[in-house]
């Protein structure tokens, strides 16, 4: 047998090494040029070209950590609802999924911003993936949320999926919590005041529903839509819960009233708020007793009625 000095096993081995980083850069020069197709492909939204330019890629370079998200959604524009169950059309989900999850795991701690804002969107996507129209998984769409929530503490439409997870499962108690963590997060935004009242209202809690909005209109003083928003579920309300009593309708229209004046005081020329006045007035007239009374009620709910229609057509041009 032959024998090799050790200047020539090194030197085989450098050759080797070189010829590695030599195939290593070609696969890289490649993958660009895949990756370039690809994107152009992905452009023109022609997502099965794309695909399969995607996969090309990511098997030349496997680092090119951005291209497992366009192979994701690539596949994900490829799934049709209405063949759900169909084993060729599931595929393109499940694969999906997949590569949604793989792009999300390598670009989560990336220093860079724009691979971090991709890792983000994969989550949004792997979520929206489990949702109803697709998947169907709430289980699996949970931890991403979580995890989401650890990426944003602050950004409260995270919270609102998560906790609308919980509510649809009937987990009532962690939806408020996830709820109230939202509010606890970014208490001087208003959507997380409005997310608050809508669970509230679903859960028939009328009096928190009210209290989440007053707690919005305390942060939105000067906001007249944040005063008609809580004149619109008091006239809901009374219009709606039969098991109301008079005395209580009057008290819920007087505090509806009391909202929309100070909307009102804000924009005289809000129309929905001018609306709402009168549709509070006539719900007062109903439980009035008094029939000259009820006929003032009615008489002011149609000047309000019509002043309303006016700003209307003009806000129309006519």
Do not use: H
């Not at 949702?131 to 769409?141: I, Y």
């Amino acid at each position: 047998m032959r024998a090799f000095s050790g200047a020539s096993l090194a030197s085989a081995a450098m050759l080797a090494l070189s010829i590695s980083v030599g195939c290593s850069q070609v696969g890289q020069v490649q993958a660009k040029r895949s990756f370039k197709a690809a994107n152009a492909a992905y452009q023109a939204q022609d997502y099965k070209k794309a695909a399969a330019l995607y996969e090309e890629t990511l098997k030349e370079d496997p680092n090119l950590s951005i291209a497992y998200f366009y192979l994701g959604n690539s596949l994900d524009n490829q799934y049709k609802p209405s063949k759900q169950g169909d084993p060729a059309n599931d595929e393109y989900l499940e694969k999906a999924v997949e590569n949604y999850q793989i792009c999300a795991d390598k670009l989560m701690s990336s220093s860079n911003e724009d691979e971090k804002k991709l890792a983000k969107l994969s989550l949004e996507y792997l979520v929206a993936a489990y949702g109803v129209d697709k998947l169907n998984d709430p289980g699996k769409a949970e931890p991403v949320l979580i995890k989401m929530i650890e990426m944003e503490p602050t950004e409260p439409s995270n919270y609102a999926v998560l906790a609308k997870i919980y509510e649809d499962a009937g987990l009532y108690d962690e939806a408020e919590k996830v709820l109230l963590m939202s509010k606890a997060a970014k208490p001087k935004d208003s959507s997380v005041y409005l997310q608050l009242a809508g669970f509230y209202n679903r859960q028939g809690r009328f009096d928190k529903t009210i209290e989440s909005l007053n707690q919005r209109a305390e942060i939105e003083p000067n906001n007249p839509e944040a005063f008609q928003t809580i004149a619109g579920y008091y006239w809901d309300e009374t219009r709606g819960d039969a098991a109301l009593t008079d005395a209580q309708k009057k008290e819920y229209i007087g505090q509806g009233i009391e909202a929309v004046d100070k909307a009102l005081a804000l924009k005289p020329d809000y129309v929905e708020a001018l609306t709402f006045k009168g549709l509070l007035l006539r719900l007062e007239a109903n439980v009035e007793k008094d029939p000259a009374r009820q006929q003032a009620l009615l008489k002011e709910a149609t000047t309000l009625s019509d002043k309303a229609n006016e700003l209307r057509k003009k806000a129309a041009g006519n």
